[in-house]
């Protein structure tokens, strides 16, 4: 089964997110995302996934995931029952830690733990109890409190000596094909509403995104942004209609191919074709008119 990508938030005002959260709850299921996470159980004993590792977690379990590695814990409850607390959550972006590493060279310690959780990283018992309160204290703390207590957590789990990782040694995560479905499924939508209406965070909803993630990783897909990727369809369905109707107005090819607006549709137009769209649509005819000619000669 395929993971789902889920989008992170991390406010502007902070470095990381920490939170906590109950069962059942939104992001319990098979999921991916390209933050690295903390994440250790409150409550509740059941099966947890991390890659192609399957094992059995009960409260205190303290795990930590790399970029882009699926994960999930599965609690073993009765349907209906609902557990107020379950798990608590550090994510934090490569960028923050790549930024705080070269502003602070003591962090540089934590880089050989960063770089196993790629794999997955289960800590041991010992260090699920001295990181319990840290991480309490680290969910409801603000301000510079906060980075207190997250780069306190982070001391606490690389001095983890008995830390296992979790996936083979063959795992390799790959989220190019889970995103490259998502996009599919995106270019899809518009082929098929190339001449509706819509918009990116419209589209970002199909790919289970925000808009600034889809953005940009519908540009590394396609090469392009989406508003070119889009126009640029859509003049080639207008040279398609000023070719073969050569009744058709121009206002109406310009809404016939999915622009709203007559002076934009000429703008983008030129832009991609050199020639507005009724010089164009006159080349053609110069370029077909003498082969008209000769067929009717041919059957005079």
Excluded at 65 to 91: F, K
Excluded at 173 to 197: C, H, K, Q, W
Excluded at 249 to 257: H, Q
Aim: a neutral charge.
């Amino acid at each position: 089964m395929k993971p789902d990508f889920e989008v992170v938030s991390i406010g502007r005002a902070q470095s990381f997110r920490a939170w906590e959260h109950g069962y059942p709850f939104a992001t319990v299921r098979w999921h991916f995302h390209p933050e690295y996470e903390i994440h250790q159980v409150v409550a509740t004993s059941g099966r947890f996934f991390v890659g192609d590792f399957i094992g059995t977690f009960a409260p205190g379990n303290l795990v930590m995931t790399g970029p882009n590695l699926p994960h999930n814990w599965v609690s073993d409850l009765d349907a209906g029952v609902e557990i107020p607390l379950r798990n608590r959550v550090c994510q934090f972006s490569q960028d923050f830690v790549t930024a705080a590493s070269q502003t602070l060279p003591e962090l540089q310690l934590c880089r050989e733990m960063l770089d196993r959780s790629r794999n997955g990283i289960l800590f041991s018992a010992p260090t699920e109890q001295a990181a319990e309160p840290i991480f309490r204290e680290l969910v409801q703390a603000t301000g510079i409190r906060r980075l207190e207590h997250f780069f306190g957590l982070l001391a606490v789990l690389a001095a983890d000596a008995d830390a296992r990782p979790l996936t083979s040694g063959r795992y390799e995560p790959d989220p190019s094909l889970f995103m490259a479905a998502r996009m599919n499924e995106v270019l899809r939508y518009i082929g098929d509403n190339l001449t509706e209406a819509f918009s990116e965070p419209d589209l970002a909803r199909i790919a289970g995104m925000n808009p600034a993630a889809f953005s940009r990783s519908f540009r590394r897909h396609t090469g392009i942004p989406l508003v070119r990727y889009v126009n640029r369809l859509r003049i080639n369905l207008a040279c398609q209609l000023l070719v073969s109707d050569e009744q058709m107005a121009v206002t109406d090819v310009c809404f016939a191919s999915g622009f709203r607006n007559l002076s934009n549709f000429n703008r983008r137009f030129l832009a991609e074709r050199g020639v507005s769209p009724t010089r164009f649509r006159a080349l053609m005819e110069e370029t077909v008119s003498p082969w008209r000619h000769l067929g009717r000669r041919r059957t005079a």
